[in-house]
Every structure is written in C-alpha cells, then in structure tokens.
Nanobody, 122 residues
Framework: QVQLVESGGGLVQTGGSLRLSCAAS????????MGWFRQAPGKEREFVAA????????NYADSVKGRFTITRDNAKNQVYLQMNSLKPEDTSVYYC???????????????WGQGTQVTVSS
C-alpha cells in the first residue's frame, strides 16, 4: 500500500510558476513509476507527466512539454512537478499517482493522492 499526499497548489497569475510536491509513504517508493495527472471541472482526467522508477526517463503531455518538469528524490520519497509559464488552461486539480514500473508513462496507476488545486488567473 502506498499513500500519496500532494502539496504546493495555489493561485498564480499567467506566466507564473508553481512547484507541486507529492510525498509517498512506505519503503518501496523507488520501485514505483510516478505520474502527475490533472482534471478540470467538466473534463476528463488527463495525463500530465511521468517519471520512471529511477528517474532517468520522463514523459510529458504535448500541452506542457517545455514548461513543466517532473523529478523525483527516492531518498526522500518525493516526486515533484515544476510548472513554469503557467496558462489559464492549466487550471485544474492535480493528482499524483504511483504504479508498477510497467505503468510508465500513462498507466494504469494503482495509487492516487487526494489532489491539489492549481488556479491560473488571466
């Protein structure tokens, strides 16, 4: 069992930056692929970014490529999403997800956090 807790969301102006963090419980963090997804009101959840268990492979949705960066620190059981040049269309609830190595990049993931709200004002 893996428990995930996201933090770092908030309100930011267009062009601003935020860094999301996801803290994972358990001693098997490094055995999991990790992903970030988002869901806006009235829309389906969509893939944002993923990182493999060791952190040397990453994958991004076209809509965030070049603006977002996913990293992980296996010693701290944390995964991060650095979001730069934010746009109003990035407004969503962002979810952290963990899964087996084969889940990389877009799933299916087994464990999900509760989400953190990101709002980008125009």
């Amino acid at each position: 069992q893996v428990q995930l807790v996201e933090s770092g969301g908030g309100l930011v102006q267009t062009g601003g930056s935020l860094r999301l963090s996801c803290a994972a419980s358990g001693r098997t963090f490094s055995s999991h692929a990790m992903g970030w997804f988002r869901q806006a009101p009235g829309k389906e959840r969509e893939f944002v970014a993923a990182i493999n268990r060791w952190g040397y492979n990453t994958n991004y949705a076209d809509s965030v490529k070049g603006r977002f960066t996913i990293t992980r620190d296996n010693a701290k059981n944390q995964v991060y999403l650095q979001m730069n040049s934010l746009k109003p269309e990035d407004t969503s609830v962002y979810y952290c997800a963990a899964g087996p190595p084969a889940a990389y990049p877009q799933g299916p993931y087994d464990y999900w956090g509760q989400g953190t709200q990101v709002t980008v004002s125009s």
